[in-house]
């Protein structure tokens, strides 16, 4: 048995191996497309790590992160294109970090509507609240698409600015790779500092048992309304750091098959374990990159993929994966040896 | 002037779920450092009156007064900043949680850090989490459950996870515990090892209401037992005079 602060001093150490892995990872890989793909990861990690502690320890499922992507992505490209902004700053403002504070207002914003939404939404369970989530993103493609005056209708927007410091624009693949590894990096420690809280405590006791967290003093209300407006905040985040990114956006990059992905990612990556999302998001992503072969059968490959992971692996691939290589080396019949192995595990 | 002696007044208490009386002008008094007791047949209101203590049910009718204060109306999630504890008939430990993040749950309604401090990890959560984690494993160690810290909830035998239970409802510091059938599905020595454990937080000053119905258990450890008949209060006395009342005999065997 391993003392308790074993956990989180292993999470410390996996995360200087990532930082110490992601220094490096340029120097192997030369060609900007694969470089693109690995951006693409970290994108899509901040927003999956999100989504997980949503659906993974509070155990809300929502079929519309895509439209919280979208709303950052749209603010930011919006307020940094169409809309004159920098006349509203003062001239001692660096315009550099005009497009900053637009995604710290992008993030406010998207967390104010979230909060909104969650209000009433999260008082429904299960399968409504899929629903109801599912509708608003829906609604807010109508939106992009009708609304062309300001969002550019089905075209979407394009020319939306890079990201500067100062002179230093984050405008080739490399320099961006710099800029959304160490903002993922943030997500995570952040994420596991959650975890590892009282808070965190406090989601996953709303996940086992409501009525017994109610008893402990949690507002369990209150708490899925609070994660709800987090995750929904990375994913204004990845939002508009996507649109500095590939400076063009699209109604069809905030879809609802783009909802679905990112629940497909959290679910093999391991529901309920912030490493699993990294995974998640690497796998499917490396995935929709090789399966672009077979273009249209993409979706049919990703459903059976899915299929095949809840079927062997229904906690997720990582966890999954772990549990039982470990079983394997100590193939102890006992199941008390076996849920230790999954304690050790289900917090990856 | 004197602090109240009553720490839980429970005062014509009514409850209906549409035609069917739950409870009908349910009265008695809790006192404090006592142990009470609520017996009756199954059916007879005991959890729905737990339930109505806690929030998880309104009242229809009648107060519940804590420490002389109405407390009806009360939303489940407050009543443990009160001081109020308890624990479930069917366990609801955490499962997925090990036995010492389940105590720390407990410390809930005693910390305070917030949510974006919880990001940040802040000298302040560190400073709480080491204390919470402290209070939680000496909690464990006395419901003797040391050593035991690191496993999962799901993975405890139903004697220990009975215990942690306790653990978690203790670790607040309640004043008043309510537990809901603590020794149901027990072996005898577990059984005998939670009524010492129950006699113990008496001698430390707590004040606890329970509902069972292993009759030894409530003999031993209770001051004080109150029965309850199809929602209606049948009678109340110490253990002696509950044992010899006519009106409970019949309730039990039947005339």
Not at chain 1, 110 to 132: D, E, H, R, S
Not at chain 1, 161 to 174: K, M, R, T
Not at chain 2, 102 to 126: D, E, P, Q, W, Y
């Amino acid at each position: 048995m391993q003392p308790f602060g074993f956990r989180e001093n292993a999470n410390t150490c996996y995360l200087l191996i990532l930082a110490f892995t992601l220094v490096f990872l340029p120097l192997l890989i030369r060609s900007s497309y694969y470089l693109l793909v690995v951006n693409l990861i970290g994108l899509n990690t901040i927003l999956v790590v999100g989504l997980n502690l949503l659906i993974g320890y509070a155990g809300q499922i929502s079929i519309g992160h895509a439209a919280f992507f979208g709303m950052g992505a749209y603010f930011s490209a919006i307020l940094t294109t169409s809309f004159g902004l920098s006349v509203w700053f003062p001239s001692w403002f660096p315009g550099w970090l005009i497009p900053w504070v637009i995604i710290l207002f992008a993030m406010l914003f998207t967390g104010a509507v979230a909060y909104l939404i969650g209000i009433p939404t999260l008082k429904l369970k299960g399968n409504y609240l899929v629903m109801a989530t599912l509708g608003f993103n829906i609604i807010f493609e109508i939106v992009l698409v009708e609304w062309d005056s300001v969002t550019g209708g089905a075209n979407g927007m394009a020319g939306v600015p890079y990201l500067a410091v100062g002179d230093f624009y984050f405008n080739s693949d490399l320099r961006f790779y710099c800029l959304v590894w160490s903002l993922c990096l943030l997500t995570l420690i952040v994420s596991f500092n959650l975890v590892n809280s009282r808070v965190g405590r406090a989601m996953k006791a709303i996940h086992d048992s409501e009525v017994a967290a109610n008893t402990m003093g949690i507002n369990t209300h209150r708490y899925k309304v609070k994660v709800f407006v987090l995750s929904a905040v990375f994913a204004s985040l990845a939002g508009s750091l996507y649109a500095h990114y590939i400076t063009v956006i699209t109604p069809k990059s905030c879809d609802i098959m783009y909802s679905i992905q990112v629940v497909i990612m959290v679910i093999v990556g391991g529901i309920g374990s912030v490493w699993g999302s990294l995974f998640g998001a690497t796998l499917l992503i490396l995935l929709s990159e090789v399966l672009h072969v077979i273009e249209k059968f993409n979706v049919v490959a990703l459903g059976l993929i899915l299929m095949l992971v809840m079927i062997f692996f229904p906690e997720g691939l990582i966890p999954g994966l772990l549990k039982r290589r470990r079983s394997q080396v100590q193939s102890s019949p006992f199941r008390s040896r076996r849920s230790e192995v999954r304690s050790q595990t289900s917090d990856l | 002037m004197k602090r109240a002696k009553a720490m839980l007044e429970v005062a014509n208490v009514n409850k209906s779920f549409g035609g069917i009386m739950a409870l009908m002008d349910v009265s008695f008094r809790v006192d404090r450092g006592t142990i009470t007791a609520m017996i009756g047949p199954n059916g007879a209101g005991k959890t729905t009156l737990l339930n109505v203590i806690t929030g998880i049910y309104m009242a229809s009718a009648g107060e519940i007064l804590f420490e002389g204060k109405n407390i009806s109306g009360i939303r489940p999630h407050q009543v443990s900043y009160l001081g109020i504890s308890r624990t479930f008939q069917n366990l609801q430990v955490f499962q997925n949680m090990s036995a010492l993040e389940n105590v720390m749950v407990g410390s809930h309604c005693r910390t305070s850090a917030g949510f974006i401090a919880c990001l940040a990890r802040t000298l302040k959560v560190k400073r709480e989490e080491k204390e919470v984690r402290n209070r939680a494993m000496e909690m464990l160690g006395f419901v003797n459950l040391a050593g035991k810290q690191n496993q999962p909830g799901s993975s405890l035998p139903c004697g220990d996870q009975k215990r942690l239970e306790l653990a978690r409802a203790l670790v607040s510091h309640p004043k008043l515990v309510l537990l809901d059938e603590p020794v149901s599905g027990l072996n005898n020595s577990e059984t005998e090892e939670m009524g010492d454990l129950i006699l113990k937080l008496k001698e430390s000053g707590m004040t606890v209401l329970l509902v069972e119905h292993d009759m030894n258990f409530v003999m031993r450890v209770s001051d004080v037992i109150v029965v309850l008949n199809y929602g209606e209060k049948l009678a109340q006395g110490s253990p002696a005079e509950i044992q010899n009342d006519d009106m409970v005999i019949a309730a039990y065997l039947g005339d």
